[in-house]
């Protein structure tokens, strides 16, 4: 026979399982709370937190930024703000221990002086199960731009569910003079949403 099977293989190993605090559960209907909270406004560029994706075990708060060219703007500061918008700079690696000033940081924090930040979420695979919250994980996001316009819709995963109280959204962007700012959440609609998800599946 000149065409053989392939000789057997051993079946990789399969990968660990990702932990409850890096992501959303994929078998639950989150519960919507509305926030509608514009955070900037500022020439040419918008922030805005829209709503909370509510789940049993924490929330993705949904974000809206929006950028425009204004009369003026020149070639380098838009194609600055353009790639920043696009995420270009949003993952790259902190290395020293200066944050780069054109990094978009995102926060919580709590009464009782607990805090989480994007730029200190742990990883996945490297954290072991001392891993108590909270945590605050970039969560993806959508979005697209034209030649004078982008819009993007980035998410963050906040685990666990935050305390039934007010909590602050805290952010800076530095290089397009954002400074620490520190917004208040009603975790108290939060936690009462977590009621209201659905499981997808019957549940043992």
């Not at 490297?126 to 996001?141: I, K, Q, T, Y």
């Not at 959440?185 to 659905?198: F, N, Q």
Request: proline share 12%; net charge negative; with cysteine.
């Amino acid at each position: 026979m000149f065409f053989e099977p392939p000789r057997p293989h051993e079946e990789p190993p399969a990968p660990p399982p990702v932990p409850e605090w890096f992501a959303p559960p994929e078998d639950e209907l989150a519960a919507l709370v509305p926030l509608r909270q514009l955070l900037v406004s500022q020439q040419g560029l918008a922030i805005v937190v829209s709503h909370a994706d509510v789940f049993s075990n924490g929330c993705v708060l949904r974000l809206l930024t929006a950028a425009r060219r204004t009369p003026g703007m020149g070639d380098d500061e838009w194609i600055d703000l353009h790639e920043a918008m696009l995420g270009h700079r949003m993952h790259r690696r902190v290395v020293a221990r200066e944050l780069p000033a054109d990094l978009l940081r995102w926060g919580v924090a709590y009464r009782d002086g607990r805090k989480a930040t994007t730029v200190t979420t742990p990883h996945p695979f490297d954290a072991d199960d001392s891993v108590n919250g909270p945590v605050l994980v970039e969560h993806g996001g959508g979005g697209g731009a034209t030649q004078d316009g982008c819009r993007m819709s980035p998410s963050l995963w906040l685990w666990p569910l935050p305390p039934a109280e007010i909590f602050q959204l805290v952010f800076a962007w530095p290089a397009f003079d954002i400074p620490e700012t520190f917004v208040d959440i009603d975790g108290a609609a939060i936690v009462s949403a977590a009621e209201r998800v659905l499981p997808l599946f019957d549940r043992d």
